[in-house]
């Protein structure tokens, strides 16, 4: 439902009403044609026709979510006075401030760099007429008409608005009853507009005019067929039409409650929540709708209270004698880039035209149903971590880094030159930015993307164009998103898009349509989809933009660096893209991005200014600093010392200023100072060593554990974790006494002031606490090392033997899913979200990934915290009268051949959770009816959740299905082998959203063999009468498989294609999974093309090897598309199996002599 469709309607019956009364007022004089009727008589009787059975009935309604498409994209929007002449649909030449681009005219004249893109246009035949001059038809003059002109525009108009009607549902809840009443509006105009054309009708029924030659205006011409006094009535009943219809609208646009302001006040929220560009835009319409309202208001007070004074005589130019309404004067000039608030509609209180009321209306309901389509598309590519590593990173300290604006010049005595500068000026493809770790890379990164001058330099690059500038910060310690391509190419993308809303629907057209037809949310992106449209936007060269990308971290990606290099080189071959990088100096980098002097800088070497600068003025704002004259000495010596041993690492640097803040505090001189900086190491793992080793031994045990927590987590951990650690290392078994209990806020609050200082005082600042707001105060703080390089130290053999040595009873991963009941357990109601995907959604599945690591850390199940915690969410069920929201879509969701919700009880959810010897104890126990939906045996191969972590290892919960037979877990062989076959083939297509897909296929290698092992038959067809390994087989070649995972795939196809599947079928054989695969012609941009296609020839030989064929035509196809290396070991495998077939020993008499005696034997019983 398009929550602007009443006034989309509004638009429409405005239209109608007024070009009706121009023609009964005598507004329209009549041209008269040489010769009678044009030559589209024919074409106009027979869409006539269609048109009126369009529109035989006001009330018939059908759903419709379309957006109104009566206005052409412009580009900005300026309001002046309109002249007189401005036709009724002028609106549809004016700009549009979303797209973009303009009508015909003032595109010319508004400069060549206004983006069009085919897309983007709509044919004439979808938008208003075009004033007199409509559809070519011959004319006079602005203000003449002929017959046939004016029959054929009231016939487009009328069946617009049946149109619009129609795509008006009155029995919506979302509508109030006075958009309601816009419909009643509009079926009465109906009628009269079809009264009016009937009589045109007539008119144009002389061919040659001639009955009517010697009239002039259409006022004449109706007084032939029509009386004075009907011509009066029905002039009147329009009037009072229009009145009627402004008083709905007064009302539509101050209720609150109608679905335009609730619509309007949602995309602003949106609007704001996703920082996007439209902000703006939604101000003018809302500042709009109020000026309409407080004009019309106006009208209908006048109206309402001297009905007489309301009419007046027109003394336009047109000489028109009839009655019109004074509402406003409205003229658009599309010559501006953007909306103003103060240029979107002006009024002038003496115009009498209600025709501009229509042209405003199609204009902002145009306007705000691209707003919503746009935030639509916005909101599939927003994630909630999405700006979270870049806000934790340090700041930049004043006055350092501004080294990097100047120009090329040599630097100190190692004659260094820095051009970041000169390539942000003029050059394209990457810049990259290295240095040991510690050394400020992410602030520098930051830095720059925050600097005024950066955004400077990109205007001088961009030149004529407009600069659009994108960041992502890759973070190992975050989450999936945060470390993978996924959530690369969705910041990228969210970025330009929100800053560049104009330019999404041609960039992803399908995901335009997608949003402007459909309701709810939108399809998740693929990789796929994703690096299309990328490479789209950076290969369409009518795009007004030019874009520059900042990565920060790709040394922190959780996959293949050597395929992430490839995506950026991609990128970086376009020549509107640039892209400035960084990373540690490991090889990979080093070889891909080290090779040009004037595309890259190492920080280490540029920094000792900056950190000279960092210790001065740190040290200067201690209230306990001061030097003496005969101390300067010492302070120079202090600086360079510091400068010297820190070689370039700011975070060495960071910890020594907090270890020289403890002295002064103490109110130790210079002199000490000096011999604290001596003693302290100057790398950074001995001095992480030395910061530990000064913890009082008192809290070590604590100290230990907490360390073990954050080191078992790959995610940063909530505040409250360690809070409930502390409880639980204080009272044992706390996690279980704790009863179901909402936290208040302010205990939360307290709790989370306290744990800030106690993890100071045991972890001497290794560990801080950051903030991520949109996760709310509750779960919104959590834990992370200072630094990567804290980690890394931690890992290191010598400080694992110093952990292991002081551990507790349970493991990390035993504490942590601890520490989670309790967690669930005190969750604050302001904070509860029981929604599939909310809070509680994502805490449990976050939860039972320990419960899984803690069962294989110390071989025995969790029962006892898995029963208090199943206790827990029982209650919440009872308590909010919701289901339990396992994950997302855990009941929304069915899988095609099983016919069950993914997941429904505990039990289920401790299965898809990889918890074997839980699952197992509660089989063994024989405790009946367990609490289970569907056969576990199938929950566990059909259904595999969006685990939040990693996803778990299934093949020994697969095996203990399969042998302990119980009523719980039984299920036909064959469907199971079905079900699991199309859920394999959904995730290949969707790989990207599995970072650990390496792991993930070799799990599902281990479950095929087990199925095959038990008996599954492989040709089992599916509900599409289809064998179900074949959609595996097409989907092996999923672009979003990572060539890592093409072994294990491979081993998985031979192990299908080795249990005896047949080749072919009627609607399906292994020669149409090739063709479907083998020759796709749209792989210009794929990574690791090289790899892919010899992923491709493999499968192709592996099929080949089982008996499959290759036709002639496939032969060239493959000689065409594929390397000729990759060719020959094809047709090679093609002549070893001929080979194989020639030297195969043929039966002797004698063996089927034994064997006719074999079957006898068994006839016979023996």
């Not at 079926?187 to 030659?213: V, W, Y």
């Not at 907490?706 to 909530?718: D, I, K, W």
Request: net charge negative; proline share 5%; hydrophobic share 35%.
């Amino acid at each position: 439902m398009d929550p602007f469709s009443s006034l989309s309607l509004a638009t429409s019956v405005v239209q109608v009403i007024d070009f009706s009364s121009r023609l009964l007022s005598g507004s329209y004089q009549i041209y008269h044609s040489v010769d009678g009727h044009t030559d589209d008589d024919r074409e106009l009787n027979e869409r006539a026709a269609v048109l009126r059975k369009l529109a035989s009935t006001l009330t018939k309604r059908t759903p419709s979510t379309a957006v109104s498409r009566t206005s052409k994209p412009v580009d900005g929007l300026v309001v002046e006075k309109a002249p007189a002449s401005i036709d009724l649909d002028s609106s549809a030449r004016t700009a549009d401030p979303l797209t973009g681009s303009e009508g015909e005219t003032n595109a010319a004249q508004d400069g060549a760099n206004t983006f069009k893109h085919p897309e983007m246009e709509r044919t004439d035949a979808e938008f208003p007429g075009q004033g007199p001059g409509d559809e070519g038809m011959p004319v006079g003059s602005n203000n003449t008409l002929g017959i046939e002109q004016a029959y054929r525009k009231l016939l487009k108009l009328r069946s617009r608005m049946q149109s619009t009607a129609d795509a008006f549902v009155p029995e919506d809840t979302h509508h109030s009853e006075q958009e309601k009443g816009i419909q009643i509006v509009a079926a009465g105009c109906n009628e009269m507009a079809k009264k009016i054309e009937s009589t045109l009708h007539n008119l144009r029924a002389d061919p040659k005019n001639q009955k009517f030659r010697t009239l002039v205006s259409f006022r004449q011409a109706f007084l032939r067929t029509w009386s004075d006094k009907k011509i009066k009535e029905m002039e009147k009943a329009l009037d009072k039409k229009r009145s009627d219809l402004i008083l709905h609208l007064v009302v539509v646009m101050s209720d609150q409650q109608s679905s335009v302001v609730r619509e309007l006040r949602t995309l602003r929220e949106a609007s704001n929540r996703l920082g996007s560009a439209y902000t703006d835009h939604l101000d003018s319409i809302t500042k709009s709708f109020k000026l309409i309202q407080s004009q019309a208001g106006k009208e209908s007070d006048i109206r309402r209270k001297n009905p007489k004074a309301y009419y007046q005589e027109s003394n336009d130019k047109d000489g028109n004698d009839g009655k019109t309404f004074n509402l406003f004067n409205l003229h658009i000039t599309p010559h501006k880039k953007s909306l103003e608030q103060s240029d979107i509609v002006s009024y002038d209180e003496s115009a009498q035209d209600l025709r501009y009321l229509a042209e405003a209306l199609s204009l902002l309901t145009s306007t705000a149903s691209k707003v919503a389509i746009a935030q639509r598309v916005l909101a599939g590519l927003h994630y909630k971590t999405m700006l979270m590593r870049m806000e934790n990173v340090a700041e930049a300290y004043a006055d350092t880094y501004e080294w990097i604006f100047k120009t090329p010049r040599a630097r100190a005595k190692k004659n260094i030159k820095v051009y970041f500068l000169e390539w942000l000026l003029h050059n394209d493809g990457i810049f990259w930015v290295s240095g040991k770790p510690g050394s400020g890379k992410s602030t520098l990164m930051k830095f720059l993307c925050d600097h005024a001058r950066t955004e400077e330099a990109l205007i001088e690059w961009a030149k004529p164009l407009d600069p659009v500038m994108s960041t992502h910060f890759f973070w190992s310690s975050g989450t999936a998103m945060q470390k993978s391509q996924e959530g690369l190419f969705k910041s990228l993308l969210y970025d330009v898009f929100r800053k560049s809303p104009e330019i999404m629907k041609a960039v992803c057209p399908q995901r335009w349509e997608a949003g402007r037809r459909g309701e709810g949310e939108l399809e998740p992106w693929t990789i796929s989809e994703l690096r299309r449209t990328l490479i789209s936007m950076a290969r369409c060269s009518g795009l007004p933009y030019k874009f520059c990308f900042f990565i920060d971290g790709l040394d922190e990606y959780e996959g293949d660096h050597s395929e992430m290099i490839a995506v950026l080189r991609s990128l970086a071959t376009c020549p509107n893209i640039k892209l400035c990088i960084s990373s540690r100096p490991w090889n990979v980098f080093e070889d891909a991005f080290g090779n040009t002097d004037t595309r890259k800088l190492y920080l280490q070497h540029l920094t000792n200014n900056d950190i000279r600068l960092y210790v001065r003025k740190k040290l200067e704002e201690h209230p306990n600093w001061q030097v003496l004259p005969e101390e300067q000495d010492i302070y120079r010596s202090i600086l360079a010392e510091v400068t010297t041993k820190a070689q370039g690492v700011f975070l060495w640097v960071y910890l020594v200023v907090r270890s020289l803040y403890e002295g002064l505090t103490n109110g130790d001189p210079l002199r000490a100072l000096e011999r604290r900086i001596r003693r302290l190491p100057a790398d950074l793992e001995p001095f992480f060593k030395h910061m530990l080793n000064s913890v009082d031994s008192f809290y070590h045990a604590q100290m230990v554990q907490t360390f073990q927590v954050a080191m078992g987590s790959p995610n940063p951990l909530p505040l409250m974790i360690y809070c409930f650690l502390d409880e639980e290392y204080e009272h044992h078994n706390f996690s279980l006494h704790m009863p179901v209990k909402q936290m208040p806020m302010l205990e939360v609050e307290r709790r989370q002031a306290q744990l800030r200082r106690r993890l100071n005082g045991r972890c001497k600042g290794l560990l801080e606490v950051y903030e991520n707001a949109s996760e709310g105060k509750y779960l919104g703080h959590r834990v992370d090392f200072l630094h990567r390089t804290v980690r890394d130290f931690l890992r290191t053999k010598e400080m694992g033997d110093f952990l292991m040595a002081k551990n507790t009873e349970d493991g990390p991963n035993a504490l942590i899913f601890k520490t989670f009941v309790p967690l669930i357990k005190a969750i604050p109601w302001e904070e509860m979200d029981i929604s599939e995907d909310g809070t509680l959604s994502i805490m449990l599945m976050d939860a039972m990934h320990y419960a899984y690591k803690a069962e294989q850390e110390l071989g025995k199940p969790q029962t006892e915290l898995l029963e208090d915690l199943s206790r827990a969410l029982r209650f919440y069920a009872t308590t909010t009268g919701k289901p339990i929201p396992w994950y997302r879509w855990c009941y929304s969701s069915s899988k095609d051949g099983a016919g069950y919700p993914p997941c429904q009880t505990f039990l289920e959810f401790a299965v898809q959770n990889g918890l074997c010897l839980y699952v197992e104890e509660q089989l063994r126990q024989k405790r009946e009816p367990l609490d289970v939906k569907q056969p576990l045996s199938l929950c566990a191969v059909a259904h595999f959740p969006g685990y939040t972590i990693e996803e778990p290892d299934l093949r020994d919960m697969v095996r203990l299905l399969l042998d302990i037979r119980t009523p719980a877990t039984l299920h036909s062989i064959d469907d199971l082998w079905t079900a699991f076959m199309l859920t394999y083939a959904e995730v290949n297509d969707d790989a990207d959203y599995f970072p650990n897909i390496l792991n993930m296929v070799r799990h599902r290698q281990g479950i095929t063999e087990l199925l095959l092992a038990h008996g599954a038959n492989p040709d089992t067809l599916s509900h599409d009468s289809i064998p179900a390994w074949w959609h595996f087989l097409v989907s092996c070649a999923s672009r979003s498989i990572p060539p890592s995972a093409y072994p294990p795939l491979l081993q998985t196809l031979k192990l299908v294609l080795s249990a005896g599947v047949q080749l072919s079928g009627r609607d399906w054989s292994v020669s149409k999974a090739i063709d479907q695969i083998m020759f796709d012609d749209d792989d210009e941009g794929v990574e690791n093309q090289a790899a892919r296609l010899e992923f491709l020839s493999e499968i192709c030989c592996l099929a080949i090897s089982h008996g499959f064929e290759l036709s002639a035509t496939q032969r060239d196809k493959f000689e065409l598309h594929f390397p000729a290396r990759l060719v020959a070991s094809i047709f090679s495998t093609i002549e070893e199996k001929k080979s194989k077939a020639e030297t195969k020993p043929q039966p002797k008499y004698t063996d089927y002599l034994s064997i006719w005696r074999l079957v006898s034997w068994v006839k016979g019983g023996g």
